[in-house]
């Protein structure tokens, strides 16, 4: 299942990520501000139980989170750059890693590293990346997730190619998939077109 997250405050500042001449300091910013902005719908929901509230004037009853566990996985690098403002909009979420690459004869992603919390089993995991662009990475990722016992698991992106999300709906038609915005295609070197370049490369200031 894919859902768009179409809200205007994330389009525009979606238009601002695309654009060349933004600066590494605002992508990052942004990027930042876009995850946590998609965390709000990919976590709307989550289990409320109710609890007592002493405010200054009397005993109320209110609603607060319980239940689920969250765990947010980034995958290595781009990965990086979203989990700051998911990690604002929920401090108390766990954070794992998970990186990986191509292997030269089968093509096919490798993972070379990863570390999860130890209670997967009783989390459910947001698995995160600025692009679902083949879709080969994320299904890796996904496939190792479900090893390590994760209980449930949702992908989110920034921006999505149609080849992508066919790929992980084939893959895993189980897991929803969060992205900002679907673009045209994946040109012959696999990059997003319209897309914003290489997240990771704009992120960290290496193109």
């Known amino acids: 299942m894919l859902t768009i997250v179409d809200h205007p405050l994330v389009q525009h500042k979606l238009s601002i990520i695309r654009d060349k001449h933004t600066s590494k300091k605002e992508f990052k910013e942004l990027v930042e501000e876009v995850a946590m902005l998609i965390a709000y719908e990919i976590t709307r929901d989550l ?3 109710e609890c007592e509230v002493e405010t200054p004037l009397t005993k109320t009853i209110c609603r607060s989170l319980g239940g689920k566990k969250l765990a947010i996985i980034p995958i290595l690098r781009a990965g990086l750059g979203m989990v700051g403002g998911i990690e604002k909009l929920i401090p108390s979420v766990r954070i ?3 990186g990986m690459y191509r292997d030269h004869d089968t093509l096919q992603p490798v993972v070379y590293y990863a570390k999860l919390p130890q209670d997967m089993a009783q ?3 947001i698995l ?6 083949t879709g080969g990475s994320a299904v890796a990722a996904i496939d190792y997730l479900k090893q390590q016992g994760a209980r449930s698991i949702r992908f989110m ?3 999505a190619a149609p080849e992508g999300v066919k790929i992980v709906s084939d893959a895993h038609p189980e897991v929803p998939i969060y992205t900002a915005a679907l673009d045209e295609k994946l040109n012959e070197l696999g ?3 319209p ?3 290489d997240a990771g490369d704009r992120l960290f200031g290496t193109r």
């Open 96 to 98: 794992g890693h998970i």
């Open 47 to 49: 289990e409320l139980v």
């Open 191 to 193: 990059y997003i077109l």
């Open 128 to 133: 995160i990346d600025p692009m679902l662009a």
């Open 157 to 159: 992106s920034l921006i």
């Open 195 to 197: 897309g914003l370049g």
């Open 123 to 125: 989390r459910d995991a």
